[in-house]
């Protein structure tokens, strides 16, 4: 039988199984006034309990990603949220114990420049650092790591991590703390203004710790995701 | 509460959730000798009802994406998907009657050279011509095209769908049926060449219908997909 009948899509054989949401919620965080900013985490925990993403159990009357939404609001406002989108799906049977739990994940971006304070029992953590976590969360942080520092690479992502506004030095920073290594600023808007990702705005901000001129500043043409290099050949008829 | 007390994830307010996979699996065909060839979709049915995509409950002793292999191999052996992804999981709480289904949905792609035929009740149909689909399969299947689509512009993911030698020309028709609209092949081969995705393997291919020389066969440089165009200043240090 190649497909089971349409009116009991999931009768043969299925056992108990729960479906919760998890979503790693990244921010670029300056730690101290003098170090680089570093690439963090949002975490939660209960008493004496390991740390964990934020989620909970998909709602009744809701969508997986409604639910994951939900689940963030509690610490960090849904406005805040400039990019959300599903990973992987974690079905390990043995995931967890007790009933099984598949775990539908998400990765959640906020702008550097969204203050950063949190309810308690939630908290910033730098992802080179973490505490331990519960379960598999370590892992799925990992996973939204690698989805991330791969978009960097073929998307506008970025547009959700930086600020509205920002000199080329910072927009930099951030690439490096989301990659984990150096980027050169100067090939960096080479390439990003020659594919229109950021443009110029016309306006220059405060001169740096360094001194000299004031920095020009640039901004990101789009908001919502997009693929920044199609082949040119694939671009469909206009 | 920002997150749900680690040792029961799911516990506050789960209704009865059932989980399933569904796969579309493509493959371009030739549908007559004179046609260009067209993306196809594997669907089944059985007697009377819509047709559907392979799929089925989740194993109680596998994870999701095993599940969605194993129910593919009711019709494709597993040896001729080249490559299987996750797409988006879909949880719309009323997509089907009955009790919740949530649907972890994947990509498969088969080679054109892989031959086609399936057993009773299961059948390859072109993806601009479906019949009537279950549920929201339609929905997924356009999904999966999208998702095809947007890869084939910034990976090496039409591995998948090629033979293993073909004249460029081959190639052409490939993206073509699965972009939609034509492509040029000598853009294709500069293109695909300069990223070094495909090569040449110094052999020529039959000479088609058009006369001429015997055409220059390629293959692809990976058999695992890849991003090919990073940016060159976000590459990690060697």
Chains 1, 2 share one sequence.
């Not at 964990?52 to 805040?80: K, Q, W, Y």
């Not at 959640?108 to 203050?115: G, R």
């Not at 000199?167 to 203004?193: F, K, W």
């Not at 710790?209 to 050949?233: C, H, I, M, N």
């Amino acid at each position: 039988m190649p497909t089971p009948p349409p009116s009991s899509p999931a009768a043969a054989g299925t056992s108990d199984v729960e479906v919760e949401t998890l979503t790693a919620v990244f921010q670029v965080q300056e730690m101290t006034a003098d170090t680089d900013p570093v690439l963090c985490v949002l975490l939660g925990h209960d008493t004496d309990g390991p740390w964990t993403l934020p989620g909970g159990a998909v709602a009744a009357d809701a969508t997986l990603e409604t639910s994951a939404r939900r689940a963030v609001a509690d610490s960090v406002a849904i406005a805040n949220i400039a990019h959300l989108e599903q990973l992987a799906v974690f079905s390990d049977p043995h995931r967890l114990p007790g009933t099984r739990t598949i775990a539908s994940t998400y990765l959640a971006l906020v702008p550097s420049d969204v203050p950063t304070e949190l309810p308690h029992a939630s908290a910033w953590h730098p992802v080179d650092a973490l505490p331990t976590l519960a379960f598999d969360h370590a892992e799925i942080v990992e996973a939204a790591r690698h989805r991330l520092a791969a978009k960097l690479s073929y998307t506008n992502i970025a547009f959700a991590l930086a600020p509205s506004r920002f000199p080329m030095s910072q927009l930099s920073e951030i690439y490096c703390a989301a990659l984990g290594y150096a980027v050169d600023t100067t090939n960096l808007l080479r390439i990003l203004s020659r594919r229109a990702v950021v443009v110029a705005t016309g306006t220059v901000g405060k001169t740096g710790r360094s001194g000299g001129r004031p920095p020009a500043l640039y901004a990101f043409a789009d908001k919502q995701l997009r693929v920044t290099d199609e082949f040119a050949t694939l671009r469909p008829p206009m």
